[in-house]
T-cell receptor, first 111, second 113 residues
Framework: KNEVEQSPQNLTAQEGEFITINCSYS?????LHWLQQHPGGGIVSLFM???GKKKHGRLIATINIQEKHSSLHITASHPRDSAVYIC?????????????FGKGTHLIIQP | DTGVSQNPRHKITKRGQNVTFRCDPI?????LYWYRQTLGQGPEFLTY????????KSRLLSDRFSAERPKGSFSTLEIQRTEQGDSAMYLC???????????FGPGTRLLVL
């Protein structure tokens, strides 16, 4: 079973700051997922990436397959970015199965 | 709204009772996944289907849990003889193909008294 570790668990920052959330996993994979969960809300997929970097608006995700490490960055953070950010990797490695999740990073952006 | 629906959204039951949850995935999605999330934790994988075939089950899926996807469309998750430790959010997700983005439903929150 893949083990996924995230850091930090909690992060409070001021509006406008550059945010970085880190994720590492134990078993080689074909793709890693970043997801967002608002309090009391559902889970939304942000990125699925297998190499390099992806960007969507102010969100950037990078992955280093050799290092088994990924980062999620938020530029010009805003209070509406406050949420739990979760990384997830295939449960048994590869890509053909369910996901195993990190415990999430609880992000609070203060105005 | 991701297009994945789950019913009921909330369920309160007494210990020892059986409960059944339903998930309706996005219609053309072949893959359907069940996860469980307890308070303050990330979701945990339970099982997944490729069409009607159940392809993998985690060790969290004890004998009291059973999942079906009889026609390759909607899926049900049944918990028999519920225990207080079963209290959690049960999440369903679907994807078009292997390794594709998973779309999550809103979840069914179960409370076992």
């Amino acid at each position: 079973k893949n083990e996924v570790e995230q850091s930090p668990q909690n992060l409070t920052a001021q509006e406008g700051e550059f945010i970085t959330i880190n994720c590492s996993y134990s078993v080689g994979i074909s793709a890693l997922h970043w997801l967002q969960q608002h309090p009391g809300g559902g889970i939304v997929s942000l990125f699925m990436l297998s190499s390099g970097k992806k960007k969507h608006g102010r969100l950037i995700a990078t992955i280093n397959i050799q290092e088994k490490h990924s980062s999620l960055h938020i530029t010009a953070s805003h209070p509406r970015d406050s949420a739990v950010y979760i990384c997830a990797a295939p449960y048994s490695g590869g890509g053909a199965d369910g996901l195993t999740f990190g415990k999430g990073t609880h992000l609070i952006i203060q105005p | 709204d991701t297009g994945v629906s789950q019913n009921p959204r909330h369920k309160i039951t007494k210990r020892g009772q059986n409960v059944t949850f339903r998930c309706d995935p996005i219609s053309e999605h072949n893959r359907l996944y069940w996860y469980r999330q307890t308070l303050g934790q990330g979701p945990e994988f339970l099982t997944y289907f490729q069409n009607e075939a159940q392809l993998e089950k985690s060790r969290l899926l004890s004998d009291r849990f059973s999942a079906e996807r009889p026609k390759g469309s909607f899926s049900t998750l049944e918990i028999q003889r519920t225990e207080q430790g079963d209290s959690a959010m049960y999440l369903c997700a679907s994807s078009l193909l292997t390794g594709e983005t998973q779309y999550f439903g809103p979840g069914t929150r179960l409370l076992v008294l």
